[in-house]
């Protein structure tokens, strides 16, 4: 087991070097294996972690608990309605509390600059568990699929995200596999692409690993890859008014059969939750305003044979144990 990486915290992607990316996913591979097949060490026995949430969560929020039950961690959940972060108590008082008592925390809110404040000020290891910028952790349990459902290593395979690019998942997507030496592609109107600088870094980090980056608005970007990623067009805490923008923009980039079919032999990917038919409120909204049985993925290609979406979202909880087992793991 290599603690290398341990009492860091866990914020964006362009925190490690590309090796040291790299090195969580060995890690989660090896954690995973160890859960599946009954021989888990506990690592994390006896560290406590907060969890702040200032958004919903299904998957994080169980992940870190699932994970951090498997490895004999205790946890406990903060949402905005259970503490004064940012209401009462301002986020460097939050963190000074928290750290005295917690061996690290997890946080999922708004802004990143949050979740660099309790980093700064807490004087434990934070983990990002989505903000409005990055999301590092979805990344690892994005490559960990990709890993598992290819038959190449991560440096020869090629995937295309397909959407609004400008937030988080679009920016870590593209640094995460430009930093895995990949084929990264983003597909998005232009007015909905990643930040320049975003894309430079993206670039330079691409240089490095032998990896390549496309920004283009030309549905051919998905052209001959192995994995096709979307996500929901319109994010929690956006405007209603919103939907409007976001459905003219994107719907020529929707992921149905025809996308698929133009991508080959792709693998169909989404972090969750999607808007995929019209069963619950906004899918309904989506059909009712707009005529879409679906959203941002149609109901025959999320539900078809080349989906591997719940395979990525059980990943979310043996990457996140490896975030935590690498930042605060004890030797047995």
Known sequence: MDFALNGR?????LDFTNAEWASYLDLAAELKAANKAGREVKY????????????????TRCSFEVAAFDQGAHTTYLDPASSHVGYKESVADTARVLGRMFDAIE???NYHSTAEQLAEWSGVPVFNGLTDLWHPTQMLADALTM???????????SFAYVGDARFNMGRSLLVSGAMLGMDVRIVAPKSLQPPADVVEVARERALQSGGSVTVTDELEGVEGVDFLHTDMWV??????????ERVALLKPYRVDQALMDRAGDAKFMHCLPAVHDSTTEVGKQVLDK???EGCEVTPDVFEGERSVVFDQAENRMHTIKAVMVASLGRRP
Not at 48 to 57: P, T
């Open 107 to 109: 946080f999922r809110g």
């Open 290 to 292: 707009y005529g879409l």
């Open 235 to 244: 994010s929690m805490g956006e405007p209603a008014q919103a939907w409007d």
């Open 147 to 157: 890993r598992e459902h290819s038959s190449k290593p991560l440096s020869q395979t």
């Open 44 to 59: 994390l026995e006896g560290r406590r972690i907060a969890l702040v949430f200032e958004k919903m969560s299904t998957r």
């Open 9 to 13: 915290s866990f914020l964006r992607e």
